[in-house]
């Protein structure tokens, strides 16, 4: 457009008092220039805009599936705590029985140890018994076999 602003310039130059043309021009001229640089700024800037928009997108996109990803592991954790928990208490009933076995077995084996005892008493006892038993019956054999001995009539050896 500045050629034709040459041009044209001289057409209306004619003399004093016309007004020229030339400044007139050259003002359009620079501002198509301008409107130009304008256009190409807000291509640029729409360009600029989706790239943003694409990246705000993905961001979004990792951003909600990190949330998923959290959400899943806070789920494991809470579920794996919650296990967790009913294995100690688990634990701790298994504990306690077993303390309540331990002692009733004690218990059991105090009184088999009283009834063992007991019974090795009444076995020695028996046994003492037992022997004086068969040393009054000899004594009484030997006291049988005398009076027999010395009755009329009685075989001698």
Do not use: Y
């Amino acid at each position: 457009m500045h050629e034709l602003t040459k041009q044209h310039s001289c057409a209306f130059q004619q003399g004093p008092g016309w007004f020229t043309i030339t400044p007139m021009l050259q003002d359009l001229d620079s501002l198509a220039a301008r409107i130009g640089q304008l256009v190409q700024t807000m291509r640029q800037l729409q360009a600029d805009r989706s790239a943003l928009q694409a990246r705000l997108t993905q961001t979004e996109q990792e951003r909600n599936a990190l949330r998923d990803q959290l959400a899943r592991q806070q789920a494991e954790h809470q579920a794996m705590s919650q296990q967790s928990s009913e294995h100690a208490a688990q634990l701790e009933s298994i504990r306690t029985q077993s303390e309540a076995s331990q002692a009733e077995l004690r218990s059991q084996i105090t009184q088999h140890q009283a009834k063992c005892e007991t019974v090795v008493l009444q076995l020695q006892a028996s046994q003492a018994e037992v022997q004086h038993l068969r040393g009054a019956a000899l004594s009484a054999q030997g006291r049988i076999d005398a009076i027999l001995t010395r009755l009329p009539g009685a075989a001698t050896e």
